[in-house]
Protein backbone atom coordinates (compact mmCIF):
# COMPACT_ATOMS: atom_id res chain seq x y z
CA UNK A 1 0.00 0.00 0.00
CA UNK A 2 1.36 3.27 -1.01
CA UNK A 3 1.14 6.31 1.53
CA UNK A 4 1.16 9.74 0.31
CA UNK A 5 1.76 13.03 2.25
CA UNK A 6 1.32 16.52 2.00
CA UNK A 7 3.66 19.45 3.00
CA UNK A 8 1.13 22.53 3.33
CA UNK A 9 1.98 25.81 2.92
CA UNK A 10 0.67 28.09 6.05
CA UNK A 11 -2.61 28.90 3.62
CA UNK A 12 -3.79 25.35 3.75
CA UNK A 13 -3.22 24.26 0.48
CA UNK A 14 -0.68 21.49 -0.57
CA UNK A 15 2.72 22.60 -1.52
CA UNK A 16 4.54 19.22 -2.00
CA UNK A 17 3.48 15.46 -2.16
CA UNK A 18 5.78 12.89 -1.39
CA UNK A 19 5.01 9.05 -1.44
CA UNK A 20 5.92 6.54 1.64
CA UNK A 21 9.09 5.89 -0.44
CA UNK A 22 10.07 9.33 -0.09
CA UNK A 23 10.06 10.51 -3.93
CA UNK A 24 8.84 13.86 -5.00
CA UNK A 25 5.36 13.41 -6.77
CA UNK A 26 4.34 17.49 -6.80
CA UNK A 27 5.40 19.82 -8.14
CA UNK A 28 7.52 17.86 -10.64
CA UNK A 29 11.58 17.43 -9.21
CA UNK A 30 13.06 20.52 -10.71
CA UNK A 31 15.79 19.43 -13.23
CA UNK A 32 16.79 21.31 -16.08
CA UNK A 33 19.22 20.74 -19.83
CA UNK A 34 19.77 23.84 -21.52
CA UNK A 35 21.48 24.44 -24.71
CA UNK A 36 21.73 26.47 -27.84
CA UNK A 37 21.73 26.80 -31.61
CA UNK A 38 23.14 30.43 -31.43
CA UNK A 39 26.66 31.23 -31.93
CA UNK A 40 28.67 33.32 -29.79
CA UNK A 41 28.65 35.54 -26.80
CA UNK A 42 31.51 38.29 -26.96
CA UNK A 43 30.94 40.72 -24.70
CA UNK A 44 31.76 40.79 -20.86
CA UNK A 45 29.23 40.78 -18.03
CA UNK A 46 26.52 39.56 -20.56
CA UNK A 47 23.88 37.00 -19.47
CA UNK A 48 23.98 34.36 -21.65
CA UNK A 49 20.65 32.60 -22.90
CA UNK A 50 20.12 29.14 -23.97
CA UNK A 51 17.21 28.59 -25.87
CA UNK A 52 16.52 25.09 -26.15
CA UNK A 53 16.01 22.23 -23.55
CA UNK A 54 16.35 18.25 -24.35
CA UNK A 55 15.18 18.38 -20.73
CA UNK A 56 12.64 20.77 -18.69
CA UNK A 57 11.23 18.78 -15.67
CA UNK A 58 8.76 21.12 -14.45
CA UNK A 59 8.86 23.89 -16.68
CA UNK A 60 10.95 26.19 -14.48
CA UNK A 61 14.21 27.34 -17.10
CA UNK A 62 12.94 29.83 -19.35
CA UNK A 63 14.68 29.19 -22.94
CA UNK A 64 13.42 32.83 -23.67
CA UNK A 65 15.10 34.55 -20.41
CA UNK A 66 17.74 31.97 -19.90
CA UNK A 67 16.78 32.08 -16.29
CA UNK A 68 15.77 29.31 -14.09
CA UNK A 69 13.23 29.84 -10.93
CA UNK A 70 13.43 27.76 -8.12
CA UNK A 71 9.77 25.99 -7.43
CA UNK A 72 10.45 24.75 -3.78
CA UNK A 73 12.90 25.90 -0.99
CA UNK A 74 16.20 23.96 -1.17
CA UNK A 75 19.72 23.20 -2.12
CA UNK A 76 20.21 22.95 -5.68
CA UNK A 77 23.37 22.30 -8.51
CA UNK A 78 23.98 23.72 -11.38
CA UNK A 79 26.47 23.32 -14.40
CA UNK A 80 27.17 25.66 -16.76
CA UNK A 81 29.96 24.81 -19.64
CA UNK A 82 30.84 26.53 -22.36
CA UNK A 83 33.72 26.35 -25.33
CA UNK A 84 36.22 29.56 -24.40
CA UNK A 85 38.11 30.44 -27.91
CA UNK A 86 40.11 33.61 -29.13
CA UNK A 87 39.27 34.92 -32.50
CA UNK A 88 42.01 37.84 -33.02
CA UNK A 89 46.00 38.06 -32.74
CA UNK A 90 46.01 39.01 -28.91
CA UNK A 91 45.98 37.32 -25.42
CA UNK A 92 42.77 37.03 -23.51
CA UNK A 93 40.83 36.11 -21.06
CA UNK A 94 37.28 35.27 -20.31
CA UNK A 95 35.65 34.15 -17.30
CA UNK A 96 31.79 32.44 -16.83
CA UNK A 97 30.06 32.87 -13.53
CA UNK A 98 26.30 32.85 -12.37
CA UNK A 99 23.96 35.58 -11.12
CA UNK A 100 20.81 34.75 -8.19
CA UNK A 101 18.59 37.32 -8.86
CA UNK A 102 20.06 39.76 -10.71
CA UNK A 103 23.73 39.72 -8.13
CA UNK A 104 26.98 37.62 -9.16
CA UNK A 105 27.45 34.74 -6.72
CA UNK A 106 31.21 35.41 -6.39
CA UNK A 107 33.49 38.27 -6.67
CA UNK A 108 34.65 36.48 -9.83
CA UNK A 109 33.65 34.43 -12.26
CA UNK A 110 33.53 30.46 -11.30
CA UNK A 111 35.72 29.49 -14.06
CA UNK A 112 38.32 31.02 -16.23
CA UNK A 113 39.49 30.46 -19.74
CA UNK A 114 42.73 32.09 -20.92
CA UNK A 115 44.94 32.21 -24.33
CA UNK A 116 48.34 33.43 -25.12
CA UNK A 117 49.19 35.45 -28.19
CA UNK A 118 50.59 32.69 -30.16
CA UNK A 119 47.69 30.04 -28.67
CA UNK A 120 45.01 29.28 -31.32
CA UNK A 121 43.61 26.32 -29.33
CA UNK A 122 39.88 26.38 -27.68
CA UNK A 123 39.39 25.23 -23.70
CA UNK A 124 35.83 23.84 -22.66
CA UNK A 125 35.04 26.09 -19.46
CA UNK A 126 32.81 24.86 -16.76
CA UNK A 127 32.10 24.67 -13.06
CA UNK A 128 29.55 23.02 -10.87
CA UNK A 129 27.96 25.34 -8.02
CA UNK A 130 26.02 24.38 -5.10
CA UNK A 131 23.57 27.03 -3.34
CA UNK A 132 20.39 27.16 -1.46
CA UNK A 133 17.19 28.93 -3.01
CA UNK A 134 13.83 30.14 -1.67
CA UNK A 135 10.62 29.79 -3.71
CA UNK A 136 11.04 32.22 -6.63
CA UNK A 137 14.57 33.21 -6.60
CA UNK A 138 16.45 33.10 -10.13
CA UNK A 139 19.60 31.76 -11.23
CA UNK A 140 20.99 32.39 -14.83
CA UNK A 141 24.60 31.93 -16.13
CA UNK A 142 26.97 35.06 -17.23
CA UNK A 143 30.19 35.85 -19.16
CA UNK A 144 32.43 38.39 -16.62
CA UNK A 145 35.69 40.06 -17.72
CA UNK A 146 35.23 39.09 -21.18
CA UNK A 147 38.84 40.69 -23.33
CA UNK A 148 38.59 41.95 -26.52
CA UNK A 149 39.34 39.10 -29.38
CA UNK A 150 37.58 36.18 -27.62
CA UNK A 151 34.20 34.42 -27.20
CA UNK A 152 32.37 31.76 -26.23
CA UNK A 153 30.92 29.82 -28.30
CA UNK A 154 27.61 27.93 -27.29
CA UNK A 155 26.26 26.16 -30.57
CA UNK A 156 26.11 22.82 -31.93
CA UNK A 157 25.83 21.79 -28.56
CA UNK A 158 29.42 23.10 -27.25
CA UNK A 159 27.71 24.99 -24.52
CA UNK A 160 25.11 24.08 -21.84
CA UNK A 161 23.30 24.67 -18.16
CA UNK A 162 22.29 22.23 -16.01
CA UNK A 163 20.34 22.32 -12.94
CA UNK A 164 18.59 20.43 -10.51
CA UNK A 165 17.44 20.02 -6.86
CA UNK A 166 19.37 17.84 -4.72
CA UNK A 167 18.13 18.21 -1.31
Same mark, same amino acid.
Given at each position: ?????????? +???????? &??? +?????? $?????? $????? &????????? /??????????????????????????? /??????? $?????? %???? +???????????????? @? %????????? $???????????? @?????????????? &????????????? @??????? @????
Amino acid at each position: ELHVDAIKHS +GGTSAMTI &DST +GHILTP $AIPVFW $AYSNT &DNVSAGDTA /IVFNLTDLNNGSHYSTSTGRFTAPVAG /IYEFNVQ $ALFRKS %GVNA +GSGELTLYKNGSNVSS @R %GLAYGGHGA $ADTTHQNVSFVY @RMSLAVNDYVQPFT &DNLTSGTNFHLAN @RLAHFTG @RLIG
